[in-house]
T-cell receptor
Framework: SAVISQKPSRDICQRGTSLTIQCQVD?????MFWYRQQPGQSLTLIAT?????????ESGFVIDKFPISRPNLTFSTLTVSNMSPEDSSIYLC??????????FGSGTQLSVL | GNSVTQMEGPVTLSEEAFLTINCTYT??????LFWYVQYPGEGLQLLLK?????DKGSNKGFEATYRKETTSFHLEKGSVQVSDSAVYFC?????????????FGQGTRLTINP
């Protein structure tokens, strides 16, 4: 199993600023995933973060807007840069320990004014 | 591309009622199918899964059967409880084991009244 600590749990930010979301796992995992859930919509995969290499971004998401760090096998950050109200969403970290199912963090609820 | 379509919510039922949340999918191959649940204030949790056609996933009284002919994976429970109030997400996964990239439906909010 895996226990994920994600913070902050929520934040209210001004447009044009940036927010970094942290994801800490209690075990070493190769792959970590970042999802976004916009209001009333489904979860959408932003990127896959592998330790020691650049993150792989899904269509519609770019590194300049959502830079990701993965310094070790238990930690990752997602930054939402130059925020606008359209970035108001829930951002979720998830991990897949070897041979196990996906585990999700409790999410970061972001509101951009 | 691959996609998941869920029954629109919110859904409100009385305790002990029968529950069905519809889920259909579009996929180019043979996906694995999942139901996730998100209780208030908590993270997503895997509820059940099925990895091939005609498999039935079950957990906590919930069931879903992988129907290839109708490309469906409907979630059912015979008698719901107040504690089942949550948001339910249907999802599929393509690709090799370990890729673990999920495609989610839009979620269905379920409220059970006592």
């Amino acid at each position: 199993s895996a226990v994920i600590s994600q913070k902050p749990s929520r934040d209210i930010c001004q447009r044009g600023t940036s927010l970094t979301i942290q994801c800490q796992v209690d075990s070493q995992v190769t792959m970590m995933f970042w999802y976004r859930q916009q209001p009333g919509q489904s979860l959408t995969l932003i990127a896959t973060a592998n330790q020691g290499s650049e993150a792989t971004y899904e269509s519609g998401f770019v590194i300049d807007k959502f830079p990701i760090s993965r310094p070790n096998l238990t930690f990752s950050t997602l930054t939402v840069s130059n925020m606008s109200p359209e970035d108001s969403s829930i951002y979720l970290c998830s991990v897949a320990p070897p041979g196990e199912k996906l585990f999700f963090g409790s999410g970061t609820q972001l509101s951009v004014l | 591309g691959n996609s998941v379509t869920q029954m629109e919510g919110p859904v409100t039922l009385s305790e002990e009622a029968f529950l069905t949340i519809n889920c259909t999918y579009t996929a180019t191959g043979y996906p694995s199918l999942f139901w996730y649940v998100q209780y208030p204030g908590e993270g997503l949790q895997l509820l059940l899964k099925a990895t091939k056609a005609d498999d039935k996933g079950s957990n906590k009284g919930f069931e879903a059967t992988y129907r290839k002919e109708t490309t469906s994976f409907h979630l059912e429970k015979g008698s719901v409880q107040v504690s089942d109030s949550a948001v339910y997400f249907c999802a599929l996964r393509m690709g090799i084991q370990g890729a673990q990239k999920l495609v989610f439906g839009q979620g269905t909010r379920l409220t059970i009244n006592p």
